[in-house]
């Protein structure tokens, strides 16, 4: 080939990324997805900040990341103190994850009732964005948190378990059939919303996640170890950058014991009779000011060949998922997504809830 055909090539390769790109972000606010157009990296290139570098690992940097999401209504994190698992934590014997896989797989094959539905506004989303009606599917992943039942006690069979989009922290699961089954029931029957089933009968404790964004990581060794080669990195780098923004970062659980419950909230609290959603909604508003951030290890959420892979919920609902993240990343995130509440669409893999007509940011109700 000669020079200039090479030149012509090259030149004609660059132009579709760019019209691919531009294509994106129109895309993403057509559907009132608040992006921004920053650089998804702060630093020059090469990096001069001495951030720490995982970029030689082998990384599908070709195809498209937009639409490499699977739609789920809710997602669950289940407390085990491990940053490694299983390779298929749901098929581990004996483990929290294993019995709510049955149970839920139960539920959903007597009822799927919940058919695919547009966002507001009767846009259609872009593929790898959805919302909670688009699917009945739980994803269920193990976190690095520590149990709060018993004081972080490793041969506990209570888990504490997060639960989202609902934002909700709920303690003593048992780690048995009988848990996960009284767990569904409680917090992830489709049926209900955010605040859970308003009639329960349970021993389970629950609260609102109490911090103004949760920051998953994926680590899972086992699965694939180019997410434990960055895990590690990004946890480090994302405290580096929230600290140095007055963020107070969190690697664990706080001890919620002194907090009120919901179920105090919801029950003899809310005699009144206000709305459970209402006053549900009213302590999720509260959290984003407050410039505290949650960061987790957790298993295998698919797409390891974009590692690192992130996943930032806020209390308002939403789920950002990154992929092909790297140190030189994180300062933009941070800025961007973490405290401006704007996605960077370079470096998108889908979401749930980000479509948000009216709002400015994901932050906003």
Partial sequence: MSTFGKLK????????QADSVSARYDALRS???????????FCPDPCDQDHDDFTKMSIDTETDLLGSVKPYRRQVVISTGKSDWHQEVTEADGTLAAFLCSVNERHSAKSDNIGKSAPKGNKSLPSGLFTQDTSNRLSILNGSHHSLSLHHDSTSKLETVIILPNYKVITDVPRSLEGAETLWKSA?????????SPERSDTLKSWVLPYSCLILLCSHKRRDKRCAIAAPVLE????QSLEREGW????????????????????VGNADGADPETVYRS???ALPGQHRALILRNSHIGGHKFAGNVIIHTPAGASVWY???TAHHVESIVRNTIIGGCVLPPILRGGLNLARPGCATLYDW
């Fill in 9 to 16: 090539r090259v030149f004609t390769s660059q132009s579709s």
């Fill in 31 to 41: 559907v009132d997805v608040p992006v921004t157009d920053d650089d998804c990296r």
């Fill in 188 to 196: 992830i029957d489709p049926a209900y919303g955010r605040a859970g």
């Fill in 236 to 239: 480090k780098t994302f405290i």
């Fill in 248 to 267: 107070e970062v969190h690697t664990d659980l706080e001890d919620l014991s002194n907090e009120p419950t919901l179920e105090h909230l919801l029950g």
């Fill in 283 to 285: 302590r999720l508003t």
């Fill in 323 to 325: 992929g092909r993240v």
